[in-house]
């Protein structure tokens, strides 16, 4: 069974920058088509993707963190991180990481929330304040 865990979230503020990362135990990429992603849920507020990133390197990333934020892999260690740079308090959340088999990058970031599938980490905050 695959595992994710996150690490690295915290409290910076506004313009800053933090670099997450998440290591999926249990061999990922022995399934073909893979994804993993990174995805957030604000106080009151719907859990979105933010980033994802599939087997072959391909990229997808949400409009609000397009040229702030890049996802990237390690792929002998099965673990990918995210890096955050220009932080604003409207990136303040739980940011979760998730693994799943995927078509695509894209279809990864547009479904895996609204779907409901692949496997979940318990989350890790980030905190931007103004």
């Known amino acids: 069974q695959v595992q994710p865990v996150e690490s690295g979230g915290g409290s910076v503020q506004s313009g800053g920058s933090l670099r997450l990362s998440c290591a999926a135990s249990?061999?990922?990429?022995?399934?073909?088509?893979?994804?993993m992603g990174w995805f957030r849920q604000a106080p009151g507020k719907e859990r979105e993707g933010v980033a994802a990133?599939?087997?072959?390197?391909?990229?997808s990333y949400i409009d609000s963190v397009q040229g702030r934020f890049v996802i990237a892999r390690d792929n002998g260690e099965d673990t990918i991180f995210l890096q955050m740079n220009n932080l604003t308090p409207e990136d303040t959340g739980m940011y979760y990481c998730?693994?799943?088999?995927?078509?695509?990058?894209?279809?990864?970031?547009?479904?895996?929330?609204?779907?409901?599938?692949?496997?979940w980490g318990q989350g890790t905050q980030v905190t931007v304040s103004s």
């Open positions: 998730a693994v799943a088999a995927c078509f695509s990058a894209d279809h990864a970031l547009r479904t895996m929330v609204t779907e409901g599938f692949g496997v």
């Open positions: 249990g061999n990922p990429t022995s399934v073909h088509n893979w994804c």
């Open positions: 990133i599939d087997n072959g390197g391909n990229t």
